[in-house]
């Protein structure tokens, strides 16, 4: 209900970040474990591609940087001229395109549904509704105290040897369940929130503005965001976003504050000059965990077993954001590794 769905939805090609992040190394792995594993399952996807769309002589210049990089990473793209591109897409402005064909979307739903059937299958256990509320390294393993639900005995005990924590808006937290209040994760794996609305096309403007495939606007220079960019849902539905709101909240979802819709026309209309405040309703809200602080630098994932701080068989998963989805069946087996 959290980061897993509050998304675009989209498979990233792995194309923004640097080159040996883990951001872009799981990513670029994880497409093609996702795309095999869709396919595989028979979970809702489509492979529709993507534009990176720039407008003026310095975004231009961003476009041939980034396919150079594309061409480094071995991800395939490449830059169309607004000539082939008004083609392509009549409605979408732009001076020049990078071509991203390996992008695509999923249902996020599905898949997580097919991944809960996987772990049932397995003979794992699916505890929801279970709040984490203490931690303690015990006697060569961990002691962690859940809630339960059931009045008659509200707390239950678990002790396990390994621990992974993959808690999204909540990693921080339970991170710290483990060390005092001086210790350096406190401020190391300290999560800030940034908060982005979609907006969707009503029916009117659905059937007026019609376009195949993602377009996004050049990041900015920080990649805070990828911008307020178009998505497409399997039904073809569009929708924009998301903007970006820092807050202080991990859980408050509703929409107050933001930029003001005529910002996000603003923004949209850079690439798509045809869309009107009028055609544009809210459509639901995401928080993205962020290490990277407003206004900071590039922060990468963290995934770390935390031997080196006295906690063996405890992996902290910290800032798994975008591209957090794409990257997922990556991450799985990293931290598969990491622990065997």
């Not at 059931?150 to 991170?175: C, H, K, S």
């Not at 009503?202 to 606007?217: E, I, Q, T």
């Not at 990041?219 to 976003?241: C, E, M, Q, W, Y």
Request: proline content about 6%; some cysteine; hydrophobic content about 40%.
């Amino acid at each position: 209900m959290e980061t897993s769905s509050r998304n675009s939805e989209v498979i990233h090609a792995g194309i923004y970040y640097p080159r040996d992040s883990l951001r872009t190394r799981l990513c670029i792995e994880g497409k093609h474990r996702l795309y095999e594993y869709c396919q595989r399952q028979g979970v809702s996807h489509q492979r529709v591609g993507k534009w990176v769309v720039a407008q003026g002589n310095e975004q231009l210049e961003y476009l041939y940087a980034l396919r150079r990089h594309c061409a480094e990473l071995g991800v395939p793209a490449e830059i169309i001229g607004s000539a082939a591109a008004l083609k392509e897409e009549p409605l979408v402005r732009a001076d020049a395109v990078l071509v991203s064909p390996t992008t695509g979307i999923v249902d996020s739903h599905e898949l997580m549904s097919a991944l809960l059937r996987d772990l049932t299958e397995s003979g794992g256990t699916f505890a929801p509704n279970t709040s984490v509320v203490a931690m303690q390294r015990d006697r060569g393993s961990y002691k962690v105290l859940v809630t339960t639900g059931d009045p008659e005995t509200p707390f239950m005990a678990i002790r396990a040897p390994v621990v992974v924590n993959a808690a999204g808006l909540w990693a921080d937290r339970i991170a710290n369940m483990l060390v005092p209040d001086s210790h350096p994760w406190r401020e190391q794996y300290h999560l800030h929130f940034a908060k982005g609305r979609y907006y969707v096309l009503d029916a009117g403007a659905s059937a007026r503005l019609r376009v195949r495939r993602l377009v996004y606007p050049v990041p900015d220079k920080n990649i805070v965001s990828l911008g307020t960019h178009l998505t497409l849902d399997l039904a073809g539905s569009i929708r924009f976003g998301p903007d970006v709101e820092w807050t202080a909240s991990n859980a408050n979802y509703e929409p107050e504050g933001g930029a003001p819709i005529e910002e996000v026309v603003r923004a949209i209309n850079t690439y798509l000059p045809a869309v009107r405040s009028e055609d544009l309703g809210l459509g639901y809200t995401g928080i993205r965990p962020k290490l990277q602080q407003p206004g900071g630098a590039f922060c990468d994932f963290v995934i770390r077993e935390e031997s080196g701080a006295g906690m063996p068989g405890f992996v902290n998963l910290v800032g798994l954001e975008s591209p957090g989805l794409t990257s997922s069946m990556a991450i799985a087996s990293m931290v598969d590794r990491i622990l065997h």
